[in-house]
């Protein structure tokens, strides 16, 4: 056998199968299947790590997924580890590496336990009482020390060499839970024929099973019986059983995320394989079968080592197969404590007494722990316990008073009782209800498509849990649309244990009236006497007293202290306990790590580069990139020694002489299509959509509620019921967002469809005096006369034998036409057309000359030109405002005082009196540059370049009342001189704009 507390006979593990670990650089052996707590326990070790606070000595509460105090450092090397990993959850592999945490030099000297002596010092809201004064020493020295102090464990300074795994997966019917009740409703929704996905957290199911030794279904222990049903489970074809899966996030629409534990509990694990695998499913409908988790009792000095759940020595001995002491007290308010005691004496164990604080026990309880000789105290309490690193023995007597006696023990269990695990249905943002008959929270009405069976709903019984949940099962595959093939048939189930009893708050000898520490939540170190001085500082609501004390805020979210926490409360505050209400229950339900949520988004995937079809042949010409958002896009292409400004008046002059080719790919692009559809872009845009006739484009303005420019873009109408939407580069995320959020919340009666093809099409942009002479022997079926295709027109025919949508537009002031590919023949088509262009002097030009050329024709750019505070009227887009529509997005906010002032900033030309200077974009603009400093401000320069065909420089700005002021010299003054400026209009090239008809 493995560990001394081994006891031969019991346990679910084949001991021939060993493995080694270390604990602190201590070598300890295990048994294949053991976690690292069990291993710990089978090797005589409780004292596991030192709280957060008060650095008191802490082992094992538990032995499941609500740990609080066995946090540890576990790893297989320097690169591979994790803090503050629950050692009642990570499995043991042989060479696993465990280290304790929070503690120096040693686990058992720590010279972190001073802090318990200054615990007077320390208590609840300290921190907003103290580092207040004097106010330097807060950078210096306070907040320093606190950083150094936060925290458990320390995090890895290696780079995590393994890989993450990120799995879409759709279902009929997800079931949360591998117990007795998930089981069933798992098996009774597969029999329908509905697609199931099982996920548990555990390395194996069966749930309570784990401990429990005393039930019976159709004739088999319920642990034989589990594994028959995952067996049979695991079979078909129609269900995926996840172990080692946990469900930690319940989001809208039944999306639920999981985690799963691929190769952590492996020695050698296939290099192939992800370390772990995340799980987005989204399920038609959701079986919650979560359980429920037992409570700790709260009495003075309750965190030793040695003491912990009365279900987790159970589950130690009965699957792990491991004493968790050899004098083992007991302490409850629940009867499935004293079937610990039973457990634990018939294996072998010393069970000193059995300590319950009800006066009346099942007098069945009673009559057998008599017969199997163990001392029972009703009615009593265990008002404290003594030891250093370890439990040696627990004080009993009555809390009024009397006789009271020391019994030595080197292991304390206890349980008041059982909460239901409510957390997930909390998070599908379900509202919990009290149920006054057994005094705890249940789930109420279910708001997504969900149901929860089993403990977590409150049945308690267990032939009832199987025979609803199977019913629950069956009914969520009907719901979910399957035609119903058979019903499985629920088993018969006698349950040996008793579920009944329990006590909430403080226990005797910790109540209002003392100073013990009897510790509510272990891992944030809060007391009962926290609580209480919470409430009386004028925490009135659980919300304010959560945050006070910190209690129910670590990262096992309060599983086991939760309910304590508002006993003591409502108790303090005279109110019954659910008036006091309930801490919100936030996803994840137990950590996540890092790797898991960043999964591949790391490295060169963190910011993943985009590239256009054309990117290859921009880089094989020169091309200098810039980055836009997410895309690579070609900023100017250099020639024979050329700077960027030599690079880009040469292109500038080119276009406007000869032609340019440009790679517009990365304008968003969202196809619009419905019989509804013009009826939804002029809910949409400004402009009014229902005169524009198919074959033709409009520029459109859209604004947020407020009135605020929003996006703009080319929009072009294929057919009565379809548009070709375009946007900015940077917006066509959030337009399409803004889109689909207005059409599913205000407009959802419309029948339009959205599709973003953003990446479907490549754009070239073909703009200059001989632009049709470029791209028309290429084009076939479209007739690019001024006639039959005048400036903003669009048609669909073909390009080099490959479809196109063509439009007739121009960014650039000149004849042009975009040409929009699918994106496969775009660099094909580019090349086409470079074949032409090139032998004609046309030249290909990046997006600093697209700049320039937009802003030589007054052009604006969304998020240049416009901050989010501006207007159509400002931008002097007045003109794309439908004047008779009668709504659309912003058409309020548009109308109110503020925004139709006088005052306001307005979009204007600004010329420098000296033609060489080049104004710095941002620079602020003034009416008068002798007055004193701080300046009047009234405006600042939003765009400026040097412009080659202009011959000087150019510049645009927001200036308040700026078209009033045309003709006017106003100022720009910068820190080596004050420059004088002239407002103008904003268009400084071909002002008639005559060019664009070619």
């Not at 021939?16 to 707590?37: P, Q, Y």
């Amino acid at each position: 056998m493995s560990g001394a507390n081994r006891i031969s006979g019991k346990g679910r593990l084949t001991p021939a199968k060993s493995l080694r670990f270390t604990f602190d650089g201590k070598a300890f052996s295990a048994v294949e299947g053991d976690t690292l707590a069990s291993a710990l326990i089978a090797n005589g070790v409780h004292l596991t790590g030192r709280s957060f606070k008060y650095h008191r000595p802490r082992g094992m509460l538990s032995a499941g997924s609500e740990e609080p105090n066995a946090l540890m450092d576990v790893g297989r090397d320097a690169a591979r580890r994790t803090p503050n990993v629950r050692a009642t959850v990570q499995e043991v592999f042989d060479g696993l590496q465990a280290k304790s945490q929070n503690r120096w030099p040693s686990l058992a000297f720590d010279v972190g336990g001073i802090n318990g002596l200054a615990s007077p010092f320390f208590a609840a809201g300290f921190y907003y009482k103290t580092f207040m004064w004097p106010k330097m020493a807060w950078k210096k020295i306070y907040e320093p020390i606190i950083r150094a102090a936060a925290g458990l464990g320390v995090a890895p300074s290696e780079p995590d060499p393994d890989h993450y795994a990120n799995h879409y997966v759709h279902c009929d019917v997800l079931v949360i839970g591998g117990g007795a009740a998930g089981l069933s409703a798992a098996l009774a929704a597969a029999h329908a024929g509905a697609e199931v996905i099982l996920c548990d957290e555990q390395a194996e199911t069966g749930g309570a099973f784990h401990h429990e030794i005393d039930a019976e279904i159709d004739g088999q222990s319920g642990w034989d019986w589990a594994r028959a049903v995952t067996a049979e489970l695991t079979g078909m074809d129609n269900v995926r059983v996840l172990t080692r899966t946990t469900a930690f996030g319940y989001q809208a629409q039944n999306h639920v995320g999981l985690v799963e534990r691929v190769t952590e509990h492996l020695a050698n694990p296939d290099p192939a394989l992800p370390r772990e695998r995340l799980w987005q499913v989204r399920a038609k409908q959701v079986v919650i079968a979560t359980g429920a988790i037992e409570r700790h009792m709260v009495f003075a000095n309750n965190d030793r080592p040695g003491i912990l759940l009365a279900s987790a020595a159970r589950t130690y001995l009965n699957h792990f197969g491991a004493a968790v002491g050899a004098k083992v007290g007991v302490y409850t308010a629940c009867d499935s404590a004293w079937h610990a005691a039973f457990d634990l004496k018939q294996a072998g164990v010393s069970v000193p007494a059995i300590v319950d604080v009800r006066p009346d026990p099942d007098p069945a309880l009673l009559a057998r722990a008599k017969a199997l000789g163990i001392e029972v105290f009703t009615g009593q309490a265990v008002l404290d316990t003594s030891g250093g690193l370890r439990v040696k023995s627990m004080k009993v007597g009555k809390a009024s008073g009397g006789a009271r006696r020391d019994i030595a023990i080197d292991a304390l269990i206890m349980s008041a009782g059982w909460t239901p695990s409510v957390h997930m249905y909390s998070q599908s943002r379900g509202k919990v209800v009290w149920d006054e008959a057994t005094e705890r929270f249940l789930p109420g009405v279910d708001v997504q498509d969900c149901t929860s069976v089993g403990a977590c709903k409150g049945v308690d019984e267990l032939g009832e849990a199987i025979a609803s949940a199977a019913e629950a099962g069956h009914r969520a595959a009907k719901a979910a649309g399957i035609g119903a093939k058979r019903a499985w048939k629920a088993p018969k189930a006698v349950a040996g244990t008793s579920w009944v009893g329990s006590m909430m708050g403080s226990a005797g000898g910790a109540g209002p009236d003392t100073t013990v520490k009897a510790f509510v939540d272990f891992q944030n170190d809060v007391t009962a006497k926290d609580i209480r001085l919470a409430v009386r500082e004028g925490m009135h609501s659980i919300e304010h007293v959560k945050r006070f004390t910190t209690t129910g805020m670590a990262t096992d979210q309060g599983k086991t202290s939760n309910i304590h926490g508002l006993a003591i409360a409502a108790e303090m505050l005279d109110k019954p306990l659910p008036k006091v209400g309930l801490t919100t229950f936030r996803s994840p339900y137990t950590p996540v790590t890092f790797g898991t949520i960043v999964n591949h988004s790391r490295g060169s995937l963190f910011d993943p580069a985009r590239h256009t079809p054309m990117h290859k042949w921009e880089v094989e010409h020169g091309a200098v990139f810039e980055d836009v958002g997410q895309w690579k896009r070609a900023w100017y292409y250099p020639r024979g020694g050329e700077d960027m400004h030599q690079a880009v008046n040469r292109e500038c002059r080119t276009v406007r002489e000869v032609a340019g080719m440009f790679d517009a790919t990365t304008l968003g692009k969202i196809e619009v299509v419905g019989p509804d559809a013009a009826q939804f872009l002029n809910l949409m845009y400004t402009n009014g959509w229902d005169k524009l006739q198919p074959g033709r484009c409009k520029y459109g303005i859209m604004l947020r509620e407020d009135g605020f420019i929003y996006d703009d873009g080319v929009v072009g109408r294929l057919a009565e019921d379809r548009f070709h939407v375009t946007t900015t580069t940077g917006g066509a995320p959030r337009v399409m967002h803004h889109m689909e959020d207005y059409l599913q919340t205000e407009f959802p009666d419309l029948k339009v469809w959205l599709t973003s093809t953003s990446e479907q099409w490549a754009v070239i942009a073909v703009q200059g005096p001989k632009a049709r002479e470029i791209v028309a022997p290429l084009v076939e079926g479209i007739d690019l006369s001024n006639e039959a295709m005048p400036h903003m027109s669009v048609r669909e025919g073909k390009i080099c034998g490959v479809p196109t949508r063509l439009f007739r537009m121009s960014f650039t002031g000149e004849a042009g036409y975009e040409v929009n590919v699918p994106a496969d023949y775009g660099e094909a088509v580019w090349k086409a057309l470079w074949a032409r262009a090139e032998p004609l002097g046309a030249c290909a030009y990046g997006t600093e000359t697209m700049h320039v050329l937009r802003a030589e024709k007054g052009y604006i750019i969304v998020g240049q030109d416009t901050d989010g505070t501006v207007t159509p009227d400002d931008a002097g887009l007045n003109w794309a405002v439908a004047k008779k529509k009668p709504d659309f997005v912003g058409i309020r906010g548009m109308k109110r005082p503020d925004l139709v002032s006088a005052g306001r900033k307005q979009l204007v030309g600004v010329m420098p009196k000296d033609p060489d200077i080049v104004l710095e974009e941002g620079a602020q603009i003034v009416a008068d540059p002798n007055q004193t400093v701080p300046m009047t401000m009234i405006g600042h320069v939003t765009s400026s370049y040097w412009s080659e065909n202009c011959g000087r420089s150019i510049a645009m700005g927001l200036v308040a009342d700026g078209r009033a002021l045309k003709g006017q010299t106003l100022y720009v003054p910068m820190p080596e001189r004050t420059i004088e400026v002239e407002i103008t209009d904003t268009v400084f090239f071909d002002k008639e704009g005559v060019r664009l008809n070619g």
